[in-house]
């Protein structure tokens, strides 16, 4: 008697798991996505090209996990509260990135709506400035941070 072949199927991890060591908690990022590169506190293992950011924590539940950003189909995951070396693409979404808030001046006076940038981010660095091209983008960033309040280093 014959015995029928049978594949066997390895099965893949289907996430990636991204431990907050400040929150002390896991996080999952989908396979496909990537997670955003941790850099040294001397800021000198970043690849060429790419900023060091920090994104912060926000005051909502959501704004504690890692931030997913998405170009053209490519997701890089942010974790939050630590040094990261992110594309200057990536960058730019999060400066774009608005919101708008409502503040009450005195009570029972009308909420007054005002723009916001959504996330907490600090630029400790930004890549160096090897073609014209890159000098423009990089100068596009740096004023743009520096109209938003954003720090950069």
Known sequence: MKMANINNYISKPTTNVHRDENLQLDFTVPVGDHIAAAVEKDLKDVPEGYAVIVLGYGEQAAYMYPQAVTINGDTIWIPRAS???????????????????????????????????????????????????????????????????????
């Open 83 to 153: 040094r990261r070396a992110v594309p200057l693409a990536y960058l730019n979404v999060l400066l774009d990135a608005k919101e708008t808030r409502i503040i009450q001046p005195k009570p029972g006076a009308p909420g007054v709506e005002y723009e916001a940038n959504r996330f907490d981010v600090q630029i400790l660095k930004l890549p160096k400035d090897k073609s014209e091209e890159m000098k423009e983008k990089i100068g596009g960033i740096r004023d743009r941070a520096e109209r938003q309040q954003i720090h950069v280093a």
